[in-house]
């Protein structure tokens, strides 16, 4: 039996505990706060606008990403370190003309959830453009092949288009583009490229806004590779053409360059075209093939120097002024035998400098290298 004052001592312990044990209730963690960076509602959006995504006093708890049917779109969302802003990444580029709705989640220290969405419409291009791109993907040039950017229209937005075409090499350069006009951009650097380099051009387009209302229409990676230095010299003064291979001189032949009336241009020439055969028309330069300084002649081991109509190719007529008078149509004659040994020797961006010739440099709108190196760079959207 409990008595009454065993009963009062129990009764005066509890009233004790709960005197001295009680604490008040820990405050509630703040509520996650998500803020996402597209604006509800935003039309006309790049498909490549990063999907940035904010949370303060909370973690990120997830991200989705569905089209106007609903149909959800794979990605995932990366969380830099330092507090920067989580972006949400697709797996393949977003559509253009398409209605995308991004919602986020987020949980407090209570792991309370808030989210938080946003609705928007990707652009709707008048026209998509992917440009032409030389050299080829897996080809190997000479080391005066600038790469060359051509597009079907004008390029309204250089400056938006040119810094996402980025140049990376095995040898660093300090190449620099240059807008020949506002369809075509070149890339070359402010000597010839190294030997024996690889050479990367990602032209990533797709999502890029051209300007009046073109876009890109898909991204294009080409890689190729430089190969041996060839340059060669070829002196209308000296009427004597010199073949190196790297720093070797390899050949020194007697030639004959264009006469007093059709004098070759000075200057450095890029190898672009190799025929075997070839027939030499006046009339592609304006001259009719039937007046008296117009001919049709077929040669042989035909190497392009220029846009201009200048080669390198065989000239059995002319041997004997090979080595003692220029009496071409502006090309670089040479015997057979020795014409043969250079168009196997030659590859496309191979160089061929001119000098001592009575006529003027070669023009800048068919050769890169005539461009001085800072009118060069001037000629950047960048710069």
Same mark, same amino acid.
């Given at each position: #039996?409990?008595?009454?004052?065993? #009963?009062?001592?129990?009764?005066?312990?509890? &009233?004790?505990?709960?005197?001295?044990?009680?604490?008040?209730?820990?405050?509630? *963690?703040?509520?996650?706060?998500?803020?996402? !960076?597209?604006v509800d509602g935003s039309v006309d959006v790049s498909p490549v606008t990063p999907l940035e995504i904010a949370v303060t006093d909370g973690e990120l708890a997830g991200v989705t990403l569905v089209d106007a049917a609903g149909t959800a779109v794979p990605g995932a969302a990366v969380e830099p370190e330092g507090g920067e802003?989580?972006? @949400?990444? =697709?797996? !393949? +580029?977003?559509?253009?003309?398409t209605q995308y709705t991004l919602t986020a989640s987020a949980v407090n220290a209570d792991d309370e959830e808030t989210s938080a969405s946003t609705t928007f419409t990707t652009v709707?291009?008048?026209?998509?453009?992917? +440009?032409?791109?030389? =050299?080829?993907?897996?080809?190997?040039? &000479?080391?005066?092949?600038?790469?060359?950017?051509?597009?079907?229209?004008?390029? *309204?937005?250089?400056?938006?288009?040119?810094?996402?075409?980025?140049?990376?090499?095995?040898?660093?350069?300090?190449?620099?583009?240059? @807008?020949?006009?506002?369809?075509?951009?070149?890339?070359?650097?402010?000597?010839?490229?190294?030997?024996?380099?690889?050479?990367?051009?990602?032209?990533?387009?797709?999502?890029?806004?051209?300007?009046?209302?073109?876009?890109?229409?898909?991204?294009?990676?080409?890689?190729?590779?430089?190969?041996?230095?060839?340059?060669?010299?070829?002196?209308?003064?000296?009427?004597?053409?010199?073949?190196?291979? &790297?720093?070797?001189?390899?050949?020194?032949? =007697? #030639?004959?360059?264009?006469? +007093?009336?059709?004098?070759?241009?000075?200057?450095?020439?890029?190898?672009?075209?190799?025929?075997?055969?070839?027939?030499?028309?006046?009339?592609?330069?304006?001259? +009719?093939?039937?007046? =008296?300084?117009?001919?049709?002649?077929?040669?042989?081991?035909?190497?392009?120097?220029?846009?201009?109509?200048?080669?390198?190719? !065989?000239?059995?007529?002319?041997?004997?002024?090979?080595?003692?008078?220029?009496?071409?149509?502006?090309?670089?004659?040479?015997?057979?035998?020795? *014409? *043969?040994? %250079? %168009?196997? %020797?030659?590859?496309? &961006?191979?160089?061929?400098?001119?000098?001592?010739?009575?006529?003027?440099?070669?023009?800048?709108?068919?050769?890169? @290298?005539?461009?001085?190196?800072?009118?060069?760079? !001037?000629?950047?959207?960048?710069?």
């Open positions: #039996m409990i008595t009454a004052g065993a #009963m009062i001592f129990l009764a005066g312990c509890s &009233g004790d505990d709960a005197g001295s044990g009680s604490q008040e209730s820990a405050a509630p *963690a703040p509520d996650a706060q998500v803020s996402l !960076a597209l802003s989580a972006v @949400w990444t =697709p797996e !393949a +580029p977003l559509a253009y003309g709707t291009p008048a026209a998509v453009s992917t +440009p032409s791109v030389g =050299p080829l993907d897996g080809q190997t040039v &000479g080391v005066g092949m600038p790469i060359r950017v051509y597009f079907d229209d004008p390029v *309204a937005d250089k400056a938006a288009v040119e810094s996402h075409l980025v140049v990376t090499s095995s040898t660093p350069t300090d190449g620099v583009w240059n @807008w020949v006009d506002d369809a075509e951009v070149h890339f070359r650097p402010s000597q010839y490229w190294p030997a024996n380099t690889d050479v990367r051009l990602d032209a990533n387009l797709y999502g890029v806004n051209f300007g009046e209302g073109i876009w890109g229409e898909k991204n294009r990676t080409v890689s190729f590779s430089i190969g041996a230095k060839h340059v060669s010299i070829a002196d209308a003064s000296t009427h004597t053409m010199e073949v190196y291979d &790297g720093d070797q001189l390899v050949q020194s032949w =007697p #030639m004959s360059a264009g006469s +007093p009336d059709n004098p070759s241009y000075n200057g450095a020439h890029v190898v672009t075209e190799m025929n075997r055969d070839r027939v030499m028309d006046s009339s592609t330069y304006g001259v +009719p093939v039937d007046s =008296p300084d117009g001919y049709r002649t077929p040669v042989e081991y035909a190497v392009r120097i220029s846009d201009s109509g200048e080669f390198v190719h !065989a000239a059995p007529w002319s041997v004997a002024q090979q080595g003692n008078s220029n009496v071409s149509h502006g090309c670089i004659n040479l015997s057979t035998d020795r *014409a *043969a040994w %250079f %168009f196997n %020797f030659s590859i496309p &961006g191979d160089v061929v400098e001119v000098r001592g010739s009575s006529a003027g440099t070669l023009s800048s709108d068919i050769d890169d @290298w005539t461009i001085p190196w800072d009118q060069w760079q !001037a000629g950047s959207a960048l710069k």
